[in-house]
């Protein structure tokens, strides 16, 4: 899914800029309260370690989708993420977890134009993100309360976002394509082959936010709140349990052994797994390549980079190469997503220092 340059002209791909920047800005801000999320209900101490939490969410995306999985018709798909970040750390937090991802992808890969990382950050983190999250929150406002509902809702928010990102391109497509092609056909192909990749999307999505909540439903942004109903013996029998009247916090547990589960699932995913993921083009180069979209497409900026196209350079093995340049971008990935929330979550308890300590917020 990740365009190149040259598939959009250069007037909506600036436009397209401007609309991510002004997404990230957004992110920023709303990133520092969920970043900040001591003060939620039932949180417990635990919660306070979302910011490396954020980056290894940003390091197990860049991971999955090294690894293309086959759909249909010699096509292949690969998560996009913004479902899963957006469930796992919150949608603001979400945004900037694909954008950190796709950055990243394409200035040290060569995956995805620079000139058109506005048009990737606007499909692939923006829409995906959006979309995801807000049918996400409104399947868990009308399900029972429960891990299985956090994760149908998560498989069915991931599966949608997925055609919605298709649309959103087809939609840019139609306004700046550089090649004249019937809109109807590109949308066509585009959302058919993107259905079938959600599928992947979903099941991905899905499993790994159960397997996070099955052992640390605190950290899981998607499910805060979420209480496992208590049961008591009765006569031989057991019954629910009587509910209290304020929710008891999550006893202070580090989210340590997560975190480094996380990163070394990341790490056997890009270094190890990824040398068996499907070689046949994604759904956007298949439907570019079948339709004519890729004529005026152009050679990356940096295509000459010691990690282009998921290789290192002058390391003659491929097995060996591919894997490197994983493991090298899950390290990349994890240290500048971390860094990037942690500068994110100081500057809002910086404000929040420098407001209690203005005149304005001094109590009389």
Known sequence: MHAPDGFI??????????????????SLRGAR????????????????????????????IFAVQMLNFPVAAGTSGHLLGGALAAILVGPYTG??????????????????????????????????????????HGLVKVLPRSRRSVTAASFVAALVSVPASAVVFTLLYAVGGTTDVSIGKVATAMVGVHVLIGLGEAAITALTVAAVIAVRPDLVHGARGLRQKLKLRVNGELVDAPETAEPVPAPARSPRRVWIAGLVTSLVLAGFVSFYA?????????????????????????????????????????????????????????VAGTGVFWAVRRRRTADEQAEATSPAGTSV
């Open 9 to 26: 002209d250069v007037p909506v791909s600036a436009a397209a800029g401007v609309l991510a920047a002004g997404a990230i800005a957004v």
């Open 278 to 334: 499907s070689a046949n083009p994604d759904g956007l180069e298949k439907v570019a390549a079948d339709h004519g979209i890729d004529k005026q497409a152009e050679e990356h900026a940096v295509a000459d980079s010691p990690l282009a196209d998921y290789g290192v350079k002058d390391v003659d093995d491929a097995r060996l190469s591919g894997g490197l340049a994983g493991v090298i971008g899950v390290g990349v990935t994890v």
């Open 33 to 60: 309260r969920e970043l900040d999320d001591t003060a939620r209900p039932g949180a417990g101490a635990g919660a306070e370690r979302t910011a490396p939490l954020a980056g290894l969410v940003a390091a197990f």
């Open 95 to 136: 945004v900037l977890c694909v954008s950190v991802v796709l950055l990243l992808q394409s200035v040290l890969f060569a995956d995805g134009g620079l000139t058109a990382l506005g048009v990737n950050i606007t499909t692939m983190a923006l829409t995906t993100t959006v979309v995801a999250y807000a049918l996400f």
